[in-house]
């Protein structure tokens, strides 16, 4: 299945490095790319089970979706996840 997914604190392409990197390691996850101009990533997965854990990933690396809670420690997450993919691009 394929989806795209709007996101939060996505700032650069660093973060979206760091989103990739992340989101390809997770099983049953593949063709995944970020959009920095309308903050979307697009991926394909294999299961709504898959789907919910993508979602928790982002949220944990400080990108949750647009409409969840978006605290200062989630936004402090994401500009350490930015840093990271600076760094392994």
């Known amino acids: 299945m394929e989806t795209t997914l709007q996101i939060q604190n996505l700032k650069c392409g660093g973060c979206a490095n760091t989103i990739i990197t992340q989101l390809s390691k997770l099983t049953g996850v593949s063709e995944v790319t970020v959009n920095n101009n309308t903050d979307e990533v697009s991926l394909n997965y294999n299961s709504e089970k898959e789907l919910e854990t993508i979602k928790k990933k982002l949220s944990d690396l400080g990108y949750p979706m647009v409409g969840e809670a978006n605290p200062l420690p989630k ?8 840093a990271i993919g600076r760094m392994t691009k």
């Open 75 to 82: 936004k402090a997450k994401s500009f350490v996840s930015c």
